[in-house]
Nanobody, 128 residues
Framework: QVQLVESGGGLVQAGGSLRLSCVVS????????MGWFRQAPGKERDFVTA????????RYADSVKGRFTISRDNAENTVYLQMDSLKPEDTAVYFC?????????????????????WGQGTQVTVSS
């Protein structure tokens, strides 16, 4: 049973930065494909970014390219989301998700249905 625990959310002014962390436990594999999604009130859960098991490959939503960076430290079983130049429209609950590495780093990593496990979410609020 894979468990994901997120931290790092909070309140920040527009133009500021936050770093989210997601610690993974219980996996039978050393690494999993990891993704970040976000959901604003009344909106669908949207893809933000994803990273391959080795960390060699990444994908980003157009809305966050150049501002957000996903990274991972497999020795610590942790994935990070560095968020810079935050905008009010980034306000949402941010979710960490894990995909079985045997499924591969495919286009399915850009949709929620492509993931097997989810964290509880952490609130990010960006004030104007």
């Amino acid at each position: 049973q894979v468990q994901l625990v997120e931290s790092g959310g909070g309140l920040v002014q527009a133009g500021g930065s936050l770093r989210l962390s997601c610690v993974v436990s219980g996996s039978t594999f050393r690494s999993n494909i990891m993704g970040w999604f976000r959901q604003a009130p009344g909106k669908e859960r949207d893809f933000v970014t994803a990273i391959s098991g080795s960390g060699s490959n990444t994908r980003y939503a157009d809305s966050v390219k150049g501002r957000f960076t996903i990274s991972r430290d497999n020795a610590e079983n942790t994935v990070y989301l560095q968020m810079d130049s935050l905008k009010p429209e980034d306000t949402a609950v941010y979710f960490c998700a894990a995909r079985n590495i045997l499924k591969g780093f495919t286009i399915a990593t850009m949709t929620g249905s492509g993931y097997d496990y989810w964290g509880q979410g952490t609130q990010v609020t960006v004030s104007s």
